[in-house]
């Protein structure tokens, strides 16, 4: 049985991810539902095969969400996967990429 390494969320994150969920329940409770679901899903496969997304600026990695137009934005440290954002597709692309987001620097 494999360990999985240290799992990390930014608190930007949650509050994205949280919104997204609350502007889907608005519409449908099924939706959100959805929504939750395929956000832990996604974060159960970059945890099982972290380098398996496309490598991108400041060693981030992103997945891509298959039914909602979000990302998560997401960095591999030796022991730890930090996610720094729930990002949507159509919003401020690449808000995220400052390397210093909230105090997590690159090399953090």
């Known amino acids: 049985m494999s360990k999985h390494p240290l799992f990390i969320i ?6 994205e991810a949280e919104k ?6 608005e519409r449908s409770v099924r939706s959100a539902g959805q929504f ?3 956000v832990n899903d996604a974060i159960d ?4 095969a972290p380098q398996r ?8 990695r ?3 969400l298959h ?18 954002a729930v990002a ?3 919003r401020r692309p690449g808000y995220w990429k400052n390397p210093n987001l909230n105090g997590l620097s690159p090399d953090s």
Request: net charge positive; aromatic share 16%.
């Open 10 to 15: 930014h608190p930007a994150a949650v509050e």
């Open 20 to 25: 997204a969920a609350r502007w889907y329940r």
């Open 36 to 38: 939750v679901e395929e």
């Open 45 to 48: 496969r970059i945890l099982a």
């Open 53 to 60: 997304w496309p490598a991108g600026p400041y060693g981030t």
């Open 62 to 64: 992103k997945f891509l």
């Open 67 to 84: 039914r909602f137009p979000f990302a998560l934005v997401y960095r591999e440290l030796p022991s730890t996967i930090q996610v720094l």
């Open 88 to 90: 949507h597709g159509h």
